[in-house]
T-cell receptor, first 118, second 117 residues
């Protein structure tokens, strides 16, 4: 199946700094990528939909200025957590769907990035 | 709005016994249904999907799921569970959409499966 790579897998940062997480589709092009957040022992919460070449669509309650998303190419989307605080500590997961029509295929997920803000 | 319910937070089963993880859904129109598995500190791995056709869907690692439209359910099953099946399982649904953004999945709360030797 298609491979989605996330980097870094783990990151620890100080409060107030910004952290960038990359999501790459390795063997396919993705016009749309999705960013999720997962709290311990909880389900995935969709944060935003990342569209190549246009602005991301954020879910209700997600701060656009806090979680900056850039989808500059068909294989890369980035999530930047700006001025991170301890409450931003979480597991962030991206997913991607191949281009070329909506189709009915499943989404391919990255391995996730665990952010810890001290 | 679409939603997914996984009524059991955890399912315990002995190795070799049948495993069932329950899922019910609510969506407008014909649903696209998915099961994913997540191991600790890992992303989600696709197990199987139902789009159309035969109600019994077979997937990876010996898992299968049965789509029941009248009961709006999509329970995951495995005839003989393995210790290595211990993980977190998510059911997900989306409504068929023509636009790319319609691929938005809604996940259930997850069910932790513990298979004991």
């Amino acid at each position: 199946g298609a491979v989605v790579s996330q980097h870094p897998s783990r990151v620890i940062c100080k409060s107030g700094t910004s952290v960038k997480i990359e999501c790459r589709s390795l063997d396919f092009q993705a016009t749309t990528m999705f960013w999720y957040r997962q709290f311990p022992k909880q389900s995935l919460m969709l944060m935003a939909t990342s569209n190549e070449g246009s602005k991301a669509t954020y879910e209700q309650g997600v701060e656009k200025d806090k979680f900056l998303i850039n989808h500059a190419s068909l294989t890369l989307s980035t999530l930047t957590v700006t001025s991170a605080h301890p409450e931003d500590s979480s597991f962030y997961i991206c997913s991607a769907r191949a281009s070329g029509g909506v189709g009915t295929g499943e989404l391919f997920f990255g391995e996730g990035s665990r952010l810890t803000v001290l | 709005a679409q939603s997914v319910a996984q009524p059991e937070d955890q399912v315990n089963v002995a190795e070799g016994n049948p495993l069932t993880v329950k899922c019910t859904y609510s969506v407008s129109g014909n649903p696209y249904l998915f099961w994913y598995v997540q191991y600790p500190n890992r992303g989600l791995q696709f197990l199987l999907k139902y789009i159309t056709g035969d109600n019994l869907v077979k997937g990876s690692y010996g898992f299968e799921a049965e789509f029941n439209k009248s009961q709006t359910s999509f329970h995951l099953k495995k005839p003989s569970a393995l210790v290595s099946d211990s993980a977190l399982y998510f059911c997900a649904v989306r409504a068929p959409q023509r636009k790319a953004a319609g691929n938005k999945l809604t996940f259930g709360g997850g069910t932790r499966v513990l298979v004991k030797p």
